[in-house]
């Protein structure tokens, strides 16, 4: 069905490349006839770069990156993507070094990085240095919130920097960065090393994270619609394979192998519990899900005021291809959700419509309401 070559897809050494993962070794790609090659990248900003001259033919992919580079606002000309497929809720969490914690006081909270952040400035010291993993990442968007509920400005207070997600353990062991916002298994890692202190996960801050899509182009996904929903089928399967507690463990030595992930199988087992890949809908991607991250971008002035979140977020997140691929196992169709609880302080949000975009241009100009 392939072709005459392998389809290659992308991913980052992470815990939520599991599905894609999963899907060749355990041979539910094989299973629908597909010939698939799976290829490691080095940064996000490689993802980026081949998903937009063809590189790739699919991708494991940071969903805001999916968003930014269908606006052509991730540093590249405008691709349109399509995210048929959610990889994962949960995995992300905020990790600051050990000597930071210590300073912070009990908890690691958000506070107790404020008083610090307040007393460095008085002393004259340099601001402290965290690092994400992409501009266009859940994990900066969720750091940003964290900093922001405490009074810090992330843009003036501390020093944002990026770095490749395998990397981020050495920077703090290093003295590099003193904190980190990563999926895992980089922050489990950090702390067995005894570099780092977990202060908060995602799933405690944003409960059931949105994080990794599988992301095609939407030339790809019309030119190939066959290979694609083949695609999805295996990765259905593998979605459910790796949620069973029984497979956890076979899960982790997969993910350990130096090709893939090539962290300690135990530290990847350790931290594959909060994350979900299938079960309760996990793997349907809710145009929801993306309202809510464009949102974010909006706030921090990374995407225009004037951008359509609606119309975005329907047109890059595409249920309705899920849903196919779902029927055809015979797995019941997700409802899409209408309102996502538990995000900004409790408050609901839904997907905005015309009226609120005036609303959506003030926010991004005063985050503060």
Same mark, same amino acid.
């Given at each position: ?18 599905? @894609? ?32 001259? =063809?590189?790739?033919?699919?991708? $494991? ?47 690691? !909270? ?18 402290? !240095? ?30 944002? !920097? ?19 916002? @990563? ?55 593998? =979605? ?18 130096? $090709? ?41 002035? $990374? ?53 609120? $975009? ?12």
């Amino acid at each position: 069905m392939s072709g005459e070559r392998p389809l290659r897809l992308g991913f980052i050494a992470l815990n939520d490349a599991a599905v @894609v993962i999963a899907a060749k070794e355990k041979g539910f790609f094989a299973d629908e006839g597909l010939d698939v090659e799976l290829s490691r990248q080095v940064s996000w900003a490689t993802v980026r770069d081949k998903m937009s001259v =063809g590189a790739l033919d699919g991708a $494991h992919m940071l969903a805001p990156t999916a968003l930014a580079i269908s606006l052509g606002a991730a540093g590249a000309e405008p691709t349109p993507l399509v995210a048929p497929l959610a990889l994962n809720l949960n995995g992300p969490a905020i990790t600051v070094a050990s000597r930071i914690a210590a300073a912070i006081g009990p908890g690691s !909270t958000a506070d107790g990085l404020a008083r610090l952040v307040a007393r460095r400035r008085e002393e004259g010291a340099s601001p402290i !240095t965290l690092a994400v993993v992409f501009p266009f990442s859940v994990h900066n968007y969720l750091l940003r919130d964290w900093l922001a509920r405490a009074g810090i400005d992330p843009d003036r207070d501390v020093r944002l !920097t990026i770095a490749p997600p395998s990397r981020m353990t050495e920077l703090l062991v290093g003295g590099i960065v003193e904190g980190f916002c @990563v999926t895992e298994p980089w922050d489990t890692a950090a702390v067995a090393a005894g570099a780092g202190v977990i202060a908060v996960r995602g799933s405690q801050f944003w409960p059931r994270t949105p994080d990794k899509v599988f992301a095609v182009t939407e030339s790809w996904a019309a030119k190939r619609p066959d290979e694609l929903q083949a695609l999805l089928r295996a990765m259905l399967r593998a =979605g459910a394979w790796a949620d069973e507690a029984a497979n956890r463990a076979e899960l982790a030595a997969l993910l350990a192998q130096p $090709h893939y992930v090539g962290a300690d199988a135990a530290v990847i087992e350790t931290s594959l519990e909060d994350m979900v890949f299938h079960a309760d809908g996990a793997s349907a991607p809710q145009p929801t899900h993306a309202g809510w991250l464009l949102s974010q971008m909006m706030r921090w002035a $990374h995407i225009p005021a004037e951008v359509d979140i609606e119309a975005v977020a329907r047109r890059v997140y595409r249920p309705d291809l899920h849903a196919i691929a779902a029927e055809a196992l015979g797995l019941p169709t997700t409802p899409l959700l209408e309102v996502l609880e538990g995000f900004a302080e409790k408050a609901s949000f839904r997907l905005p419509t015309a009226q609120d $975009h005036a609303v959506n241009a003030r926010l991004s100009r005063n985050p503060e309401g």
